[in-house]
C-alpha cells in the first residue's frame, strides 16, 4: 500500500476538532463546576447535594440522547449535529448563573448536557474512529485529551472571569465561546475518509482495492465487516458487551466523582481557592497526558491488558489521597491518578471499536454508552459524603472498590479483538 505523504491527512483536523469538541463539551459541562459549584452555593443558598444533582439529571438525558445521536448520525452526519449542539449548549451556558430556581438551574443544566453532546461524546469519537484504524488509539487518544486540558485550563479561566466580571458575565463570554465552534466544525468535518478518496490512516482507496486488507493487530478490518450482522438481541448475548460496559461505568462513576468537586476537596483540606484550583488543573492535566498515552498503547498491546493495568493505577492513586497531611502522598495522587483516570475515555472508545469494528463503531457505542449514565452515582456519592462527613473520604473508599471490580472485570475479558 502507498500512502499519500504530500500533505498531513486529514484525519488529524478531525481529531483537532474532536479534541476541541472534547474540550468545550467536558469543560463546561463538568470541569466548570469546580468553580461555580461555591459561589452558586453562597450567591442562592443551595447546598452541594443540590447541585449536584443538576449533573445527575444532566447525565441522564444526555445519555438518552447519545443513543438517539447515535442513530441521527447514520442519517445526518456529525456536521450538523455539532452545529446544532454547539448553539444550544452556549445559550444553555449563559443561562445557567441567571436561575433563581432549583428547577430553573436544573433545567439549564439539563439543557447543556443536551447540546454538549451533539458536539462531543459519540458524535466527536465516531468521526475520529471513521478516519483511523491502525492509529486509532493515538487518534483517540489525542482527540479525548481535550476533556483532561479543559480541566487544566477551563476552571481557572471561569474563576479568573468569575473574580473580574461576576458569574453572570463570565458565562456569557464562555458561552458565545461554545457557540462559535458551531461554524467552524461545519466548515472542518467530513464523516468519512472515503468522502475525499482516501482510506482508514491516509491510504490511498485504489491501493486498497488492488491489495490486501488494512490490517488490525490479528484481525483485518475486512474480517470484521464480513461477520454476521450486529443486532441488539446479538449484543445483549456478548460477554464481552456487558463486561466493558459495566466496567467502564464504574471507571467512570469514581472518576466523575472525584473530578468534578476535586478543587472542593483541596480547599476544605486547608490550601488556598486559587491553589486548590491549580492542584486540581494539575491532575486534569496529566489526565490529558494518560489519555494520549493509554489510547496510544492500545496500538501496540491488547486493549483489555492496558485498560486492566489502568484501573489498578486509579486503585493505588485514590489511596494516595486517603493521606490528606501528606504532600508527597497527595503529589502522587495527582500525578498518578491523573494519568490513569485519564485514559478511561480514551481507551472506552478504543475498546468498542478493536472489538466490534470500525463500521459498528456507532450502533455498539451507542448502546454501551447508556451503561456510563451510572456514573451519576459518583455525583451522589460525593455531594452526600460531603454533607454527612464533612469529608469526601468516605466516597473515595467506594470509589476504590469499585475501581477494583472493574479491574477484575477487565482482565477476565478473554480477547479484546
Known sequence: MSDN??????????????????????????????????PLCRLRGWSRTDINFALVIGTIFSFICQYIYGTLLNKTGGRILMCIGSMVAGLAFICIPRALHLWQFYLFYTILFIGNGAYGGIVASTIVNNWFLQKRGKALGLATAGMSLSGAILPIVVLMLIHFTGLSNAALIIGLVIISFGPIAWHVVRDWPEEIGLGPDGVILES???????????TTEADISRSSELSLAGLLQNSIFWKIGVSFALLMIGTVGVMSQLKPRFADIG???????????????????????????????????????????????LGLALFENSKIALSGFIILYGFSMGGTMSVYPVMVASVFGRKNFTYVLRFVS???????IGYLVA?????????YDAAYLIYIILDIFAALLLFSIKSSR
Open 208 to 218: 486498497m482495492a488492488a491489495k490486501q486488507p488494512v490490517r488490525l493487530g490479528k
Open 271 to 317: 490550601y488556598s481557592h486559587m491553589t486548590a484550583m491549580a492542584m486540581m488543573g494539575l491532575t486534569a492535566l496529566t489526565g490529558a497526558v494518560g489519555k494520549y498515552v493509554w489510547g496510544s498503547l492500545c496500538d501496540r498491546f491488547q486493549a483489555r491488558h492496558v485498560a486492566s493495568i489502568m484501573a489498578l493505577s486509579n486503585v493505588v492513586g
Open 383 to 391: 455531594g452526600m459524603s460531603f454533607d454527612f462527613t464533612g469529608s
Open 370 to 376: 447508556i451503561f456510563l449514565s451510572f456514573q451519576l
Open 5 to 38: 505523504k504530500h500533505r498531513i491527512y486529514y484525519g488529524w483536523y478531525i481529531a483537532g476538532i474532536a479534541f476541541t469538541s472534547y474540550f468545550l463539551s467536558t469543560g463546561t459541562g463538568f470541569y466548570a463546576f469546580n468553580a461555580i459549584l461555591e
